[in-house]
């Protein structure tokens, strides 16, 4: 017998903070709530934390090879965090030279706090 399948979660575009009324002012709709369970996946992970926390405290735009030095991972494993922090709209990240180069968007997690708690921010 064949196990069922996962279902597949709808495509939302993250690349742009999120944009919904704030979950204690009304019942969320499917969508809303997808698009905040979504960027709060790529948070519910120690490992994109302390990258998250790291690119906002290095004050420049930091190296993959330098996270990965940071956190002691392999730069393949950072790559594929970093990769869902920018999926999420958390990162923005830039190739130059043979590096890629990765800062904090503020506002994406400014924008996820309000959607939790207007009062937080």
Known sequence: M???MPKTLPMIDMSDPVCCAPVAAT???DVA????ALRLKA???PVRVK???LLFTCG???TTSS???AVNLAESTVS???GQLRTAGFIASERQGMSMHHTPRREALTALCKVLDPDCC
């Open 51 to 53: 990258l998250l926390s």
């Open 60 to 62: 420049e735009p930091c």
């Open 67 to 69: 996270l990965a030095a």
């Open 43 to 45: 948070l519910a992970d």
């Open 33 to 36: 709530a997808l698009d905040v």
């Open 80 to 82: 594929h965090h970093l």
């Open 2 to 4: 064949l196990a069922a």
């Open 27 to 29: 019942t969320a709709d």
